[in-house]
């Protein structure tokens, strides 16, 4: 049996951060005349903060040391510096808009972990004052990293087609003299929304809109969603534009559907992040549902895989026959193309395994466990990752594929 000694270890960390001891870092942290320096250590910043990794890769050293500017955080908020060495930190003290604050800081250095943590305190806590910021009159006054950490947070208790009206509102006042009328407007003005949005965007649940929502809102400001990459629930997984393609291999579409046009509502059953990566939550919220997709995203990479299942999961052995269903790699930032592989054996096309297990694609594509998932081409026709075998995934999605009426 291991012994775990976090505790201790937590506290070294922090008193050598304390002791500078070694340091090879020197942070400068907010604006004249309140600026305040913080020394760290590469190794450590590297390892604990996306944020730093970047910056310390392609810092110049001078005299050995390398100098990074936060002039945007305060020197107060950048106490995270003890997050990122101990792990631990305190928000006892915090007033509301103190932590509203230190969320925006959070997700400019992408302290996951802590933005997640964050989030969650004021929506159980706060969720009614950040409602009524929301809807205040001055709301279109918000700096853009203020909004943006908004439209992150999961469950706003808000409907989705509503925060899109609150962005959109929200665009329009930071441009001067735009016409009330849409038929009115230029090339031109539509150009100026879309850059003005364009980093809020991709933060719209777009998937959580009714059809006729979608139809009524975002068909008219269409051009600004051209090229525009837009994550679906609460995801970093999937854009609107994946939907279209694979809402198009559903219906056996020989193009693809327009992101305006997609006749299906992808409705979220599961997510690992939310319901713990667990082949039996999986089973309770996705069993005899019939018209699923899953989406997984791989550790550590950009690869993104999921398959369809026309029929419903279930759990005790034996296999489900379709010729229907299909798995898939989806294009993104590695992959120039997506892989559509269709099944070419219909009478093994799902497999039902034990209530501990994900889904099923036969051994095409199956999850063993919580976040262990394997890929060895059987039953379908085309493989759709380069290595075989078994991989670890980050996150893991389900959506149950309503038609829109």
Same mark, same amino acid.
């Given at each position: 049996m291991s012994s775990k000694f976090f505790i201790q270890l937590s506290q070294d960390f922090t008193q050598l951060l304390e002791s500078e001891y070694d340091y090879n870092v020197v942070i400068e942290v907010g604006e004249k005349p309140n600026i305040q320096l913080f020394k760290g250590h590469s190794a450590i910043l590297y390892q604990r903060s996306l944020y730093f990794r970047q910056k310390l890769v392609n810092a110049v050293k001078k005299n050995n040391i390398i100098e990074i500017k936060l002039p945007t955080i305060s020197a107060k908020l950048f106490n995270i510096i003890n997050y990122i060495y101990g792990g631990m930190v305190s928000l006892e003290n915090f007033e509301v808009s103190a932590k509203f604050d230190l969320l925006?800081?959070?997700?400019?250095?992408?302290? +996951? !972990?802590? *933005?997640?943590?964050? &989030?969650? &305190?004021? =929506?159980? @806590?706060?969720?009614?004052w950040l409602r009524i910021i929301l809807n205040s009159d001055d709301f279109t006054t918000l700096q853009e990293n203020a909004l943006i950490s908004f439209l992150k947070i999961d469950n706003l208790q808000m409907e989705e087609s509503e925060i899109w009206d609150k962005v959109i509102l929200w665009g329009k006042a930071k441009? $001067?003299?735009?016409?009330?009328? %849409?038929? !009115?407007?230029?090339? !031109?003005?539509f150009k100026s929304l879309?850059?003005?949005?364009?980093? #809020?965007?991709?933060?719209?649940?777009?998937?959580?809109?009714?059809?006729k929502d979608v139809l009524k809102k975002i068909k008219p400001y269409? &051009?600004? %969603?051209?090229?525009?990459? =837009? =994550?679906?629930?609460?995801?970093?997984? *999937?854009?609107?534009?994946?939907?279209?393609e694979i809402s198009s291999w559903i219906d056996r579409c020989s193009t693809i559907y327009d992101i305006t046009e997609i006749p299906y509502e992808f409705? %979220?059953?599961?997510? /690992?992040?939310? @319901?713990?990566?667990?082949?039996? !939550?999986?089973?309770?919220? #996705? @069993?005899? =549902?019939? /018209? +699923? *997709?899953?989406? *997984?995203?791989?550790?550590?990479?950009?690869?993104?895989?999921?398959?369809?299942? $026309? %029929?419903?999961?279930?759990f005790g052995g034996g296999y489900g026959t379709t010729t229907d269903s299909f798995i898939f790699s989806l294009k993104n930032g590695?992959?120039? &193309?997506s892989i559509l592989s269709r099944v070419i054996n219909p009478s093994q096309a799902i497999w039902y395994d034990s209530e501990s297990s994900g889904p099923w694609f036969d051994?095409?594509?199956r999850m063993e466990n919580s976040k262990k998932c394997d890929c060895s081409r059987q039953t379908y026709d085309k493989c759709i990752r380069s290595a075989s075998g078994l991989f670890s995934i980050d996150e893991f999605e389900v959506f149950q594929i309503c038609k829109n009426t």
């Open positions: 925006i800081a959070d997700n400019e250095l992408e302290a +996951t !972990e802590l *933005v997640k943590h964050l &989030q969650s &305190q004021l =929506i159980n @806590d706060n969720a009614s441009i $001067p003299n735009l016409l009330p009328n %849409l038929n !009115e407007w230029t090339d !031109e003005n879309k850059i003005t949005v364009q980093h #809020c965007l991709p933060h719209i649940r777009y998937f959580q809109i009714p059809g269409r &051009q600004i %969603l051209e090229n525009t990459s =837009i =994550i679906t629930p609460s995801s970093s997984i *999937v854009t609107l534009l994946n939907a279209a409705k %979220l059953l599961f997510r /690992g992040g939310r @319901d713990r990566f667990s082949g039996k !939550e999986f089973h309770k919220l #996705c @069993d005899n =549902i019939p /018209g +699923t *997709v899953v989406i *997984v995203k791989i550790n550590s990479t950009d690869e993104i895989l999921g398959g369809y299942n $026309p %029929l419903v999961w279930k590695n992959m120039n &193309q051994n095409d594509l």
